[in-house]
């Protein structure tokens, strides 16, 4: 199921190289919105490690950078083309690592999540649904203080919705992680863009 989606991405970082377009964001300031937003599941006054779940060229850890952020990465994406311009960008650091086999991750403080759920391409929504909680697993296993992620919302405007992307409800996912990963759970859906973050805090 994955392996469209995965050559939908090799595709864009492609032709765009790696810009916000290389990973379907339509401009830095929307990619960086949701930096701020999946970002705040984080303590960032002290030293931490993070995944990237779906890291793209590594542009967090740009970002990151300019917040003058300590920490450790690791990205992961299942476009190995993704992961070759990561390493060309940031490989020489000796506090970044890209991988994309998600078998050989290792928990980390926190793991964070942008975009990865909203292509399903020609993939039923109840077939996706199952595809998403089963990575939300995942995800909580690795993220031993917290995690967070991003997806398109419901609420999104009908004349704009396309058939290839996945439309989730905000209020499912906040009671499924308060009922399944922690008490602790946050859901922002006020930053101006069609989607919307929950971070969960253990």
Request: charged share 25%; proline share 2%; with cysteine.
């Amino acid at each position: 199921m994955l392996n469209k989606v995965r050559d939908c991405f090799q595709q864009k970082i492609a032709d765009h190289g790696a810009t916000p377009e290389g990973v379907y964001w339509n401009s830095v300031e929307a990619q960086e919105i949701r930096f701020s937003q999946i970002i705040k599941v984080c303590d960032l006054t002290k030293p931490f490690s993070i995944i990237d779940y779906g890291c793209g060229y590594g542009a967090l850890v740009d970002y990151l950078d300019r917040l003058n952020c300590r920490f450790q990465f690791t990205g992961f994406d299942i476009a190995p083309e993704m992961i070759a311009k990561a390493e060309q960008l940031h490989g020489k650091r000796t506090d970044c690592f890209f991988l994309y086999n998600d078998d050989v991750l290792e928990q980390a403080d926190y793991l964070v999540q942008s975009g990865i759920f909203n292509l399903k391409l020609d993939v039923s929504t109840e077939v996706w649904m199952k595809h998403v909680l089963c990575t939300l697993e995942r995800m909580n296993s690795l993220g031993k203080k917290g995690f967070s992620f991003n997806m398109l919302t419901k609420y999104s405007d009908p004349d704009r919705m396309r058939s290839d992307l996945f439309y989730a409800d905000p209020c499912f996912f906040f009671d499924y992680c308060k009922r399944n990963f922690s008490r602790n759970v946050a859901l922002l859906h006020d930053y101006e863009l069609y989607d919307f973050t929950i971070l969960v805090r253990k």
